[in-house]
């Protein structure tokens, strides 16, 4: 695709690196590049769906689409009046946080509260940036409905779609996220192709791409997906305790109301949320050849360092006590087949 309207993001030098990069080079997407693609939506619109997959999906290519869902019923629809009618009786697990506003996932510093989304919606915005009552944070709320269909979930289904492209990946989940403002998300990378879509508020994205990964001190926690790092906030990096981030070059995307970014398995980002913010993501499998890939890669190329060590004996511990190849094994013959099923209705032409 040709577009006279894409633009790139800003990025950040950096000094110069004195270790040995990783060789990313033979793993089967893109995952290198320090800029990230931004699209109108008007060219996201006149794309196909094989087209779109070809240009950013298969090749890895982050990409910002501004405006991409004005079109949603739900930037008209979803004020908290109209979400506490139509799910306030629901379920949902609220993230908290102190005056810090880092919100963990993965660690023993999560602090979580079950409650109903009426409750939320009673309480969250009371606790703005700055306060020093505990930050509310709606995160993960599940729109799809259980088990491999791609249905969404009544009432709120008919208020978003999913992304163009996504026909050739597997759905894993479509979350909804809230909060007040002010939240920050620590650095992560999630093993999944990422879209999410900015309802109302702003995300700020500070992205680093999967070749840095030696330069983040990652920490791998008992699952495939949680690989977080020992940097608390990498907007205040401690260099003399973590001298390697120096080497760091992030990318920052700003996304607002109306807005959409992609964002490839395996890049790191830290988000920032502004303003009441509502948004919506949209969880696809990654290429199946990839999740063991990336991480034996990964893994083996650290440096011989104390805590390079240590994530070397973590993994191999991890693989050995959960049998995860033989369950990828098995996880991708399954994908594969199904995603074929789901090509057929779509694909014309040799993707």
Same mark, same amino acid.
């Given at each position: 695709?040709?577009?006279?309207?894409?633009?790139?993001?800003?990025?950040?030098?950096?000094?110069?690196?004195?270790?040995?990069?990783?060789?990313?080079?033979?793993?089967?997407?893109?995952?290198?590049?320090?800029?990230?693609?931004?699209?109108?939506? #008007?060219?996201?619109?006149?794309?196909?769906?094989?087209?779109?997959? &070809? /240009?950013?999906?298969? *090749?890895?290519? *982050?990409?910002?689409?501004?405006?991409g869902? =004005? $079109?949603?019923?739900?930037? %008209?629809?979803?004020?908290?009046?109209?979400?506490?009618?139509?799910?306030?009786?629901?379920?949902?697990?609220?993230?908290?946080?102190?005056?810090?506003?880092?919100?963990?996932?993965?660690?023993?510093?999560?602090?979580?509260?079950?409650?109903?989304?009426?409750?939320?919606l009673?309480?969250?915005?009371?606790?703005?940036?700055?306060? &020093?009552?505990?930050?509310?944070?709606?995160?993960?709320?599940?729109?799809?409905?259980?088990?491999?269909?791609?249905?969404?979930?009544?009432?709120?289904?008919?208020?978003?779609?999913?992304?163009?492209?996504?026909?050739?990946?597997?759905?894993?989940?479509?979350?909804?996220?809230?909060?007040?403002?002010?939240?920050?998300?620590?650095?992560?990378?999630?093993?999944?192709?990422?879209?999410?879509?900015?309802?109302?508020?702003?995300?700020?994205?500070?992205?680093?791409? *999967?070749s840095?990964? =030696?330069?983040?001190?990652?920490?791998?926690?008992?699952? %495939?997906?949680?690989?977080?790092?020992?940097?608390? =906030?990498?907007? /205040?990096?401690?260099?003399?305790?973590?001298?390697?981030?120096?080497?760091? &070059?992030?990318?920052f995307?700003?996304?607002? *109301?109306?807005?959409?970014?992609?964002?490839? #398995?395996?890049?790191? $980002?830290?988000?920032?949320?502004?303003?009441?913010?509502?948004?919506?993501?949209?969880?696809?499998?990654?290429?199946?050849?990839?999740?063991?890939?990336?991480y034996e890669?990964?893994?083996?190329?650290?440096?011989?360092?104390?805590?390079?060590?240590?994530?070397? #004996?973590?993994?191999?511990?991890?693989?050995?006590?959960?049998?995860? &190849?033989?369950?990828?094994?098995?996880e =991708?013959?399954? #994908?594969?087949?199904?995603?074929?099923?789901? %090509? %057929?209705?779509?694909?014309?032409?040799?993707?």
């Open positions: 695709m040709a577009s006279n309207g894409m633009q790139q993001m800003r990025g950040e030098t950096a000094a110069e690196d004195p270790h040995k990069k990783m060789d990313f080079a033979q793993l089967p997407m893109g995952f290198k590049g320090t800029t990230v693609t931004e699209i109108s939506a #008007a060219d996201y619109h006149n794309m196909t769906s094989v087209e779109f997959f &070809k /240009e950013f999906i298969r *090749p890895g290519k *982050p990409v910002k689409i501004k405006g869902i =004005n $079109h949603w019923r739900a930037r %008209r629809q979803w004020t908290d009046e109209y979400l506490r009618q139509k799910i306030g009786h629901e379920q949902c697990e609220i993230i908290l946080s102190d005056n810090s506003q880092v919100f963990y996932f993965y660690s023993e510093k999560k602090k979580v509260k079950q409650t109903t989304v009426k409750d939320f009673a309480t969250y915005m009371t606790s703005t940036s700055g306060s &020093k009552s505990t930050s509310q944070y709606l995160t993960q709320h599940a729109l799809k409905a259980s088990g491999k269909t791609t249905r969404l979930k009544s009432p709120l289904g008919g208020d978003i779609e999913y992304p163009k492209g996504t026909e050739f990946l597997d759905v894993d989940a479509v979350n909804l996220w809230m909060g007040p403002g002010g939240q920050v998300t620590p650095v992560h990378f999630d093993n999944n192709e990422n879209f999410m879509c900015m309802v109302d508020g702003w995300k700020t994205f500070r992205l680093y791409e *999967p840095m990964s =030696n330069y983040i001190y990652p920490v791998m926690h008992n699952t %495939r997906t949680g690989v977080t790092s020992r940097i608390a =906030n990498l907007s /205040e990096t401690d260099f003399k305790n973590y001298p390697l981030s120096a080497n760091l &070059k992030p990318v995307v700003d996304i607002g *109301p109306g807005d959409m970014l992609y964002l490839p #398995a395996y890049w790191w $980002h830290q988000v920032t949320s502004k303003d009441r913010n509502a948004a919506v993501n949209f969880w696809f499998r990654s290429h199946s050849q990839l999740v063991d890939t990336i890669s990964w893994i083996q190329g650290l440096p011989q360092t104390k805590w390079g060590l240590k994530m070397h #004996a973590e993994y191999e511990r991890y693989v050995e006590e959960t049998g995860i &190849k033989d369950e990828l094994d098995v =991708n013959e399954e #994908a594969e087949k199904d995603s074929e099923r789901r %090509r %057929r209705g779509l694909r014309r032409t040799e993707l």
